[in-house]
């Protein structure tokens, strides 16, 4: 769950994404894996899926990096947090994000997806827009 203030809004980057309503210091906790809200679905559910909610889980879920045979879905608009080679917040922990400098109110939040996937970026599914 993110732990910060944010809003929605249309991204230079790609679609929606998380912005910073105040401002967010460097080393400041942004977000918390929390599993009360935040789900793990296990690899054989998704792969179940088809049409509008298998693409769904394509777009904003990711592979959980503990155990191999469940995603992640978050909960909130954490999900709609883009990718970047240079990004102002760090994923390394599968638990926990960081702030790794000031972001800006109205800068757009980031994180560098390859963190994600063993073998670098990549996506679920097809991402077929």
């Not at 980057?13 to 809200?37: C, E, N, S």
């Amino acid at each position: 769950m993110l732990l910060v203030d944010t809003y929605l809004d249309k991204s230079s980057i790609q679609g929606i994404g998380v912005f910073a309503k105040h401002h967010i210091a460097k080393g400041t906790l942004v977000w918390k894996l929390d599993p009360r809200f935040d789900r793990r679905i296990p690899v054989d559910t998704y792969e179940s899926q088809i049409g509008p909610v298998k693409s769904y889980l394509d777009r904003y879920s990711y592979p959980d990096r503990h155990d191999p045979s469940f995603i992640v879905f978050e909960a909130d608009d954490a999900r709609y947090m883009n990718h970047a080679d240079d990004p102002n917040c760090d994923v390394s922990s599968s638990e926990e994000t960081y702030a790794l400098r000031d972001i800006a109110p109205g800068e757009e939040l980031t994180c560098n997806y390859n963190h994600f996937f063993e073998d670098g970026f990549d996506f679920l599914g097809d991402r077929h827009p």
